[in-house]
């Protein structure tokens, strides 16, 4: 799945203002696409930490689409307020779902892609087997006026 922010990091941290926020995250398509993953998530925390939230920690798992990888990352995660979640929109959902949480994504989940030969995540719909789209996410990300890559 392909993904980009929905928002600047001044808007995430203005949402975040008073919770105590544990970030989920995906270290398949989401660290892919360079938005989430393990790595991001803990520059992310470090730096909403710096700028004051209460960032109770972070989880992740391989693969955010599937309920027992969900159950057995947020397994026993730290008392939060709300999940932060860098992950296509299956995977905060299902967050919410396993957990009982409220979850924020502030993710535009694109739909299914690829990455080139290059390790570009790249856009693709396929219609009666012919592709109709094929572009870069960052072009993507462009033309729906969201952002490529991590907040931080």
């Known amino acids: 799945m392909l993904m980009a922010r929905d928002r600047?990091?001044?808007?995430?941290?203005?949402?975040?203002?008073?919770?105590?926020?544990?970030i989920w995250t995906c270290n398949t398509c989401a660290r892919l696409c360079g938005l989430g993953g393990s790595e991001a998530a803990g520059r992310l925390a470090e730096?909403?930490?710096?700028?004051?939230?209460?960032v109770v920690g972070t989880a992740h798992t391989s693969a955010s689409c599937l309920v027992p990888k969900v159950a057995s990352g947020l397994d026993g995660v730290a008392d939060h307020d709300i999940i932060l979640s860098l992950t296509?929109?299956?995977g905060s959902t299902l967050a919410g779902e396993v957990s009982g949480s409220q979850v924020m994504n502030p993710v535009l989940t694109f739909g299914a892609g690829y990455a080139d030969a290059d390790m570009v995540p790249r856009l693709?719909?396929?219609?009666?087997?012919?592709?109709?789209?094929?572009?870069?996410?960052?072009?993507?990300?462009?033309?729906?006026?969201?952002?490529p890559g991590?907040?931080?």
């Not at 600047?8 to 544990?22: I, P, Q, T």
């Not at 730096?47 to 209460?54: E, F, I, P, S, T």
């Open 8 to 22: 600047e990091y001044a808007d995430l941290l203005a949402d975040l203002e008073g919770k105590r926020v544990l």
């Open 47 to 54: 730096r909403l930490r710096g700028d004051g939230v209460d």
């Open 88 to 90: 296509c929109d299956v």
């Open 124 to 147: 693709r719909s396929v219609v009666c087997s012919k592709v109709v789209q094929d572009e870069s996410l960052e072009g993507a990300a462009v033309r729906a006026g969201v952002f």
């Open 150 to 152: 991590p907040f931080v």
